[in-house]
């Protein structure tokens, strides 16, 4: 009987070993799960800002061929595909998206900036139309206003990059479009003012800055605009200013500008060169 008891403790902590060992494997395990998610998380957020955008859009068609149920990472290959300028690719991926249950308002937005990019305004108005008016994102309303754009109608087209600009901290970018859409319509003095609000958020900005010389070399003004700018940028804005000049029929100011642009350029500046060549050439015919 004493020997019955002790096999039988001794299985019981035999069995008590084994139980807690394999709940301590369990505990480990689900840890270790939850790192992996965390890491993997940390990484995709890397692959969709900082990595090489091709390196990035290999990393998620391989996540995704692994586990083809995660949006996730069709998202991250949708998202990188657009950073490597692959848009063709990218309209595809996005189709694949909005299809599934788990598909978002944002998903569809992000299909709508890729056909926009892809050249298919029409589809990407399509997909904006079956977005609810109660999601307003500030990519929403700029690719509205984008659309509204391409069918020049302008009064949707203010609106849309108006309530845009106001859903940003960093409307820069929008700002700019805004001024092209004004400048494209003939309203100068008003892409004018848009253009150098679009400065005040980035100075960097040097579409702008290059907008904003058109703008204003449009109306005959013909001194660069008081904004923030590098040498090379002050070279290739008067290079700007000489062309508009010379499309306004202004030739001897344009030329004048154009040469003050080769001598302003810390190095040999082979655009302004050539357009002063040209110019010269067809004077002296």
């Known amino acids: 009987m004493r020997q019955f008891s002790l096999m039988l403790c001794i299985g019981s902590t035999l069995l008590l070993g084994a139980c807690d060992k ?25 692959m969709l800002t900082v990595a090489d955008p091709n390196e990035a859009v290999t990393y998620f068609r391989g996540a995704s061929d692994q586990d083809p149920g995660r949006l996730e990472f069709q998202r991250g290959l949708g998202k990188s595909l657009i950073r490597a300028k692959r848009a063709t690719e990218a309209v595809t991926v996005w189709k694949k998206v909005v299809t599934h249950p788990e598909s978002i308002p944002d998903d569809r937005v992000d299909y709508a900036d890729a056909l926009i990019r892809n050249g298919q305004w029409d589809e ?35 609106t849309f990059y108006e309530t845009a600009a106001g859903l940003t901290t960093r409307p820069s970018g929008v700002l700019n479009n805004w001024g092209y859409s004004k400048l494209t319509r003939g ?16 100075a960097d900005l040097f579409t702008a800055k290059n907008n904003l010389t058109l703008a204003r070399g449009a109306q005959r003004k013909y001194e660069l605009p008081v904004v923030p700018m590098t040498q090379v940028e002050r070279a290739q804005l008067l290079h700007t200013l000489g062309l508009a000049a010379v499309k306004q029929g202004d030739i001897a100011i344009g030329k004048g500008l154009l040469r003050e642009a080769i001598e302003t350029h810390p190095q040999h500046f082979e655009a302004a060169v050539r357009s002063l060549a040209a110019l010269e050439a067809n004077v002296t015919n």
């Open 124 to 158: 990407a108005k399509a997909q904006l139309d079956q977005i609810p008016p109660t999601f307003e994102t500030y990519k929403r309303y700029r690719l509205e206003a984008m659309v509204a754009d391409s069918k020049r109608d302008w009064k949707r087209a203010d």
């Open 187 to 202: 309203e100068y003095s008003e892409a004018e003012r848009l253009f150098t609000e679009a400065i005040t958020y980035d």
């Open 22 to 46: 394999s709940g301590k494997d369990a505990e480990v395990e689900r840890a270790m799960k939850d790192v992996n998610v965390i890491d993997e998380t940390n990484l995709n957020d890397i």
